[in-house]
């Protein structure tokens, strides 16, 4: 019998719960518990009736993120080659604000009085030219220990070719009483570039106490069927997640982008936009016939290059707190007033906030929140309006469209700068807005940017705890080679067989890791790709391994993945030089073990008439004005029904608004498209 799938995605201001049973989805929603998230998820799990026992749980987590970003992860050593203890401080010499004199860089997580160096050297072919001795490591245990560490890097030059001596001060710290969380650069990130691979070990070790202490507590209540989503879009078991929490930095973002790809190719739309817009933030991805990853991330000013899924992420959400500058103008966000106090509708909060602008409009309905279980306070929001409003001059409707127009602008950002700035033109693709306030946006926001199609999921308030429970288990592998194109033009099968002994030997180290973990390697199905680059260029693209007949030979594997790389780079930059010789930086494998997902039952398509549906008219203000607005359940809304704009479609998760001009229909799947009439 197959057992029960719970998918759990932890918000700033809800907890979502998707239940797998027997190929039916039944969700839950429940107030987030920020001071401790197991407490929400341990209250949700239990009022949803699932028995422990008897289920897999695949948690979407923000501890790692939420510690990274609010400082408060462990007190954290770094052990570096002598003379590079201050890389973290160097780093690239890039700034992201040419033009600010006064720019502030994130402080490093590891002080410099916490950064020691150790006499040893690994040249770039992995030779040792220099030893690494025990007294040295004896010296920098006592020094450890006095410092009072909670947690160590360790990231020697070159160890990703030679770990042989972050290997030998792993063992020597395992011995210190209390040992430290460890974390070694050859384990984490065995590739070349020593700032982002330092920055990156550091933030592992950094959230790896706060992350496995979490995940300690989390496996006592739900048992060891415990897995952790990561950054990429797959889940890994929560031991893995526990050593090494810097996977999981985009955990809950990433379910919703898989959640939305899975329902959109389900419905028959695989190149779209997503919008993720929750309580606190909105995470926008492209996915132009695939779910797009990248290797390289900054998360709090923190480099961070594990794969994640390519997600940018704004400070625009239902919570985001409005408020006039020194300068006079109305400015939305990023500060959120999140799960407590929450938006002032919710009965505690003072500050305005989205969802505030949202109600006072009558896009939300104060007793149709939460599928009625929550009552919006509206006289709270008037009055807090009528103050805004008077400040700006503006009536309280126009002070709450003003609102409305800068959060949407600040998406509208995001979404062009995912799509138009790197290649792809929004108006080839469908928009899929979810999360608690997308569907509320996504009319809007497609209009702006020409975007001909909505799709708007049958639970788009869940979809992230949906695509958290249908994620595949994935493990990612890189490893550094750095073959010139002199290595490209070797004799016949030399360069095949190079690559090949490489791919093998990760392919055995990774199905060896699998079955520790007890997963069955057999169903494992292994991806391959390379990071290239034009000689002498500073950033890489990854592309597909070629695996043709025509690529079989040395000469016609470096002629695919040339192509490959042209054709990735005219994409990504509108331009590629096929005279210029390149180069392959990094190998990368994906083993994917892929999850059952759920058989939903397609919906007998019934007529167009929505009448039944409908159970209120209501006054809603949009840019028109305030218009009688048919107001529908969204689970009374059958395959077939048509609605005509302006529109609200209620259900327990989310609020759809469809403005004047637009169309929509449900399709088989439930789910609701719209485009304009």
């Not at 408060?72 to 160097?90: C, H, N, P, Q």
């Not at 799960?339 to 949202?358: F, H, I, K, M, W």
């Not at 028109?624 to 327990?652: C, K």
């Amino acid at each position: 019998m197959p057992r029960t799938v719970v998918g759990i995605d932890v918000g700033g201001t809800f907890t979502d719960i998707a239940v797998l049973q027997d190929g039916r989805l039944s969700v839950h929603k429940l107030p987030s518990t920020p001071q401790n998230p197991s407490l929400g998820i341990v209250q949700g799990v239990g009022e949803v009736g699932v028995d422990t026992g008897a289920a897999d749980f695949v948690h979407g987590s923000t501890v790692a993120t939420n510690a990274l970003l609010e400082g408060k992860g462990s007190r954290t050593a770094l052990v570096t080659t002598m003379g590079f203890e201050d890389v973290l401080e160097i780093g690239r010499q890039s700034r992201a604000e040419l033009y600010n004199l006064e720019q502030d860089r994130a402080p490093a997580l590891a002080p410099w009085e916490l950064r020691f160096g150790l006499p040893e050297r690994v040249d770039y072919t992995g030779a040792i030219l220099e030893d690494l001795q025990p007294d040295a490591i004896e010296a920098l245990m006592a020094l450890i220990a006095e410092a009072g560490a909670d947690a160590v890097a360790v990231s020697f030059l070159f160890s990703f070719l030679n770990p042989v001596h972050e290997d030998m001060v792993l063992e020597a710290l395992r011995k210190l009483d209390p040992a430290p969380f460890i974390s070694l650069s050859s384990r984490v990130l065995p590739e070349f570039r020593e700032y982002e691979r330092t920055s990156t070990v550091v933030v592992n070790a950094y959230v790896g106490q706060v992350m496995s202490r979490y995940l300690g507590e989390l496996e006592q209540s739900l048992g060891e069927g415990l897995r952790i989503m990561q950054s990429s879009g797959g889940s890994i078991t929560a031991r893995l997640a526990s050593e090494q929490p810097v996977r999981t930095i985009l955990s809950g973002p990433a379910g919703g982008v898989v959640g939305a790809f899975h329902v959109a190719a389900q419905a028959g739309y695989p190149d779209i936009i997503t919008l993720d817009m929750g309580g606190t933030s909105t995470d926008v991805s492209l996915c132009p016939g695939r779910i797009k990853e990248t290797g390289s991330s900054n998360v709090g000013g923190h480099p961070i290059s594990v794969p994640m899924i390519e997600i940018h992420t704004v400070g625009a959400g239902g919570g985001s707190i409005a408020r006039v500058d020194t300068g006079g103008a109305l400015t939305v966000g990023p500060q959120s007033a999140g799960a407590d106090p929450g938006p002032a509708c919710y009965g505690r909060g003072e500050q305005l906030t989205v969802s505030d602008a949202n109600l006072l409009l009558g896009r939300l309905r104060p007793d149709h929140f939460l599928g009625g279980r929550m009552t919006l306070d509206l006289p709270r929001v008037r009055g807090l309006m009528a103050s805004l409003a008077t400040g700006l001059g503006l009536s309280e409707q126009d002070a709450a469209l003003g609102i409305l127009r800068v959060v949407n602008a600040n998406m509208e950002r995001a979404i062009r700068a995912i799509s138009l700035e790197r290649g792809y033109d929004p108006r080839s693709f469908t928009l899929v807005p979810f999360g608690g306030a997308g569907p509320v946006h996504g009319c809007e926001l497609a209009q702006e940017l020409g975007i001909p199609r909505v799709l708007i999921p049958a639970r788009p308030g869940i979809l992230s705890a949906l695509g958290v429970a249908i994620a595949d288990v994935v493990k990612d592998y890189s490893r550094t080679v750095m073959l010139r194109p002199d290595a490209l033009r070797q004799a016949q099968g030399e360069l095949v067989e190079s690559l090949e002994e490489e791919f093998h030997g990760m392919e055995g180290l990774a199905r060896a890791e699998l079955e520790q973990e007890g997963l069955p390697a057999e169903r494992m199905t292994a991806r391959r790709f390379l990071d290239v680059r034009y000689v002498g260029q500073s950033f890489e693209l990854t592309v597909d391994y070629p695996t043709s007949r025509a690529a079989r030979s040395s000469e016609g594997l470096a002629r695919a993945i040339s192509d490959s790389f042209y054709r990735a780079h005219l994409q990504r930059f509108g331009y590629a030089d096929r005279a210029e010789p390149v180069e392959i930086v990094n190998l990368r494998l994906k083993l994917d073990l892929a999850v059952d997902k759920p058989d939903l039952q397609l919906e007998a398509v019934q007529g167009s008439d929505s009448s039944g549906a409908q159970i209120a008219t209501v006054g809603v203000v949009f840019r028109e004005g305030e218009l009688d607005t048919p107001l529908y359940q969204r689970e009374l809304l059958a395959a077939g029904n048509r609605i005509a704009g302006p529109a609200l479609v209620v259900q327990l998760d989310t609020t759809t608004v469809v403005p004047p001009g637009w169309q929509g229909e449900v399709d088989a799947y439930g789910n609701l498209l719209l485009a304009m009439g």
